[in-house]
């Protein structure tokens, strides 16, 4: 699925949008700041289809950006981008509904579809009441890449856990298996043996939400048994065919879906994309229509773009960059960035040097109405996101 509704931040991406589409110099001029915000991109739609939307935008008072070449019949396709917001796109489907060749009945059909999405999309804006939770990373693993050792003590790990509660962490991801790149796999009776008391021990002194980073169908059923609120599975459903049974037979629990190309392990081997955010939409669309046909219901599913899983630094960049158009998919939207690698190719640092970076990716989570953030120093997000929203919620005098 190629096409797609975009968001463009500013003019400089518009230009480059436009460029790619093949649009004159003289046209990107023009037509660069109408494109910044939602619009609508087509692939390959022929040159009698173009020039008919075209002709049909302008009349509504909306636009198309086309390929030069189109108007004359030059090419015989183009990549096409539609700005004018959800309204509009109504007046043109309207305005084509007595088209009947060209393939214009089922670009018009698609129209729908997207014009249904813009709406939705636009519901999604979480106004003044949009806070996200802050989920507490708490690894009881030798291993992993930021804070392994640091709390694989059973006692120290619970310690821990309420130190991340009264710093403000409204969820604690507990993780008994490191999954950083070239990690190796642990039996499911030593995962068990280091996150069930852990678990347990928070549950007995609170009512705190607990998510259990695991793909193992066994881990997760008994870690929902001592009190779990939330799967948190790095494979999407795809490491274990029993998980789905788990989620089935625990209604009230969440499924968090995340992307990864390859296995721990290998990811970072090369990792390569056609077009990194359609894939990433496309992987989440099998996986949610997955959960749905078995009875998972779409407000138990979080995804998870899994940054720095099976990614290069531009793929993590592009992803960051372009987080909000998740929100399309209707799910709970969360992000894990904290203090992972590819800051350090940004600028050189080690995990526990990345605090600042992270933070810059807060910042993005919180612009992008993303409604989790996986973090390990949950103290110093908390206060950047307070002072965010105190910003954001100020009053302004004229």
């Excluded at 949009?130 to 006692?155: C, E, R």
């Amino acid at each position: 699925m190629k096409d797609r509704i975009i968001t463009i931040n500013t003019i400089e991406d518009a230009r480059n949008i436009l460029r790619q589409i093949g649009v004159s110099s003289q046209g990107i001029e023009v037509m660069a700041p109408k494109a910044v915000g939602r619009s609508l991109l087509l692939h390959n739609i022929p040159t009698g289809a173009a020039n008919i939307l075209k002709q049909e935008a302008l009349i509504i008072g909306a636009d198309v950006a086309m390929s030069k070449g189109i108007v004359e019949g030059e090419k015989k396709m183009t990549n096409l981008l539609f700005m004018g917001g959800a309204n509009k796109l109504l007046s043109l489907i309207t305005r084509m509904r007595h088209y009947t060749s060209m393939g214009l009945p089922e670009i018009r059909s698609n129209l729908h579809t997207f014009r249904n999405q813009l709406l939705y999309w636009s519901l999604q804006d979480k106004g003044q009441d949009y806070m996200p939770k802050i989920m507490g990373i708490l690894n009881v693993t030798p291993d992993s890449f930021s804070d392994g050792k640091q709390h694989f003590n059973t006692a120290e790990a619970i310690k821990h856990a309420f130190l991340l509660i009264d710093e403000g962490a409204n969820i604690i991801d507990i993780g008994g298996e490191s999954t950083r790149p070239g990690s190796s796999r642990v039996s499911l009776e030593e995962e068990l043996a280091r996150i069930i008391p852990v678990i347990e021990g928070i549950k007995i002194k609170s009512n705190a939400c607990v998510s259990i980073d695991t793909y193992k169908a066994e881990v997760a059923r008994q870690a929902l048994t001592a009190g779990a609120n939330i799967i948190n599975d790095i494979t999407a459903l795809q490491g274990d065919s029993e998980m789905i049974k788990v989620l089935q037979d625990f209604p009230d629990s969440k499924i968090c879906l995340m992307h990864m190309q390859g296995t721990p392990e290998t990811m970072q081997q090369n990792p390569t994309y056609a077009n990194v955010m359609n894939e990433v939409i496309d992987f989440f669309i099998e996986r949610i229509e997955f959960c749905r046909n078995h009875g998972i219901s779409i407000n138990r599913i979080i995804i998870d773009p899994g940054i720095g899983f099976g990614k290069n630094l531009e793929h993590n960049l592009t992803l960051l960059k372009r987080l909000d158009e998740l929100h399309i998919l209707g799910c709970f939207i969360m992000l894990g960035a904290s203090r992972k690698g590819f800051i350090n190719k940004i600028y050189p640092s080690a995990p526990q040097d990345r605090e600042p970076g992270t933070l810059a990716t807060t910042a993005l989570a919180f612009q992008k109405k993303i409604d989790i953030i996986r973090v390990h120093n949950v103290k110093d997000n908390v206060q950047f996101l307070q002072l965010l929203k105190a910003v954001e919620t100020a009053p302004m005098e004229i």
